[in-house]
């Protein structure tokens, strides 16, 4: 005749379950802040000495630099804590940092400009030092005539600053693709998103060359494309935080 078991044996295994689930957790812990001290590690020695001199050099008015300098190391570590050094990296993480850098400078008080008129038809034709009538705006192949100077050389100027932003923009998104790779265990799931994503292939010729079902290697870029996008995320949260705030955690 079997005995009953007693509310303590019955509770016994979901309690070793939780202690399992427990023991995992803070093992995977364990091993994320380790990676997020190697990629702090990595970070400090190859890019600090540089930022420090163009912090001295190109940034003056930044107080405090090198402290400013160590949190924003210590705030990417914590954006990409997968982050070990890619050769031919430097270029765009440099373009990256010292724009994050340029942004903590405080802005000094700028006067504010003078009212401008809008340009009659008849000073758009206004005869420019070429003495040619009007400006032309080029832009790669394609250009505009008929404009004034002024207005020649506020569209230069927003396209200049266009071209800085987008430029940081692509090298942030390399440095998140680069922390995507680093981060991703499954070689298969990162060679479905590259292919797609990187390449350009068609989601069907991809399924069909990896023998995995549309729907998985559909479901595999959108998991992928969201660890994109949420790398990002963090490393425009480096731009927009307070000078000496990365990533801080509130007292």
Do not use: C
Request: glycine letters at 6%; hydrophobic letters at 40%; a positive charge.
């Amino acid at each position: 005749m079997q005995k009953k078991k007693t509310s303590s044996q019955t509770k016994s295994p979901s309690k070793a379950a939780s202690k399992a689930v427990a023991a995992r957790a803070a093992a995977m812990a364990r091993r994320a802040e380790e990676s997020r001290q190697e990629a702090h590690r990595q970070l400090d020695e190859r890019y600090r000495p540089v930022l420090e001199r163009f912090a001295a050099t190109d940034l003056p008015t930044l107080a405090d630099s090198k402290a400013v300098v160590g949190k924003l190391l210590d705030g990417l570590a914590s954006a990409i804590p997968h982050y070990r050094y890619h050769a031919g990296e430097d270029d765009v993480f440099l373009l990256f940092l010292r724009d994050v850098l340029r942004g903590k400078v405080p802005r000094k008080a700028v006067a504010p400009a003078e009212k401008r008129t809008r340009p009659s038809a008849g000073a758009s034709s206004k005869k420019g030092a070429s003495g040619k009538p009007g400006g032309t705006i080029r832009d790669g192949d394609f250009s505009w005539t008929g404009f004034s100077e002024d207005e020649v050389e506020e569209a230069k100027r927003a396209l200049a600053i266009w071209r800085a932003q987008w430029d940081v923009h692509v090298a942030k998104t390399q440095i998140a693709l680069l922390e995507l790779d680093d981060a991703t265990r499954h070689r298969q799931t990162w060679e479905a998103f590259s292919r797609i994503a990187l390449g350009g292939e068609r989601p069907k010729q991809v399924a069909a060359a990896m023998g995995k079902s549309l729907y998985t290697v559909y479901q595999l870029k959108k998991r992928m494309t969201d660890r994109l996008k949420a790398i990002v995320a963090r490393l425009s949260a480096l731009q927009s935080a307070p000078s000496g705030n990365f990533f801080e955690k509130e007292s």
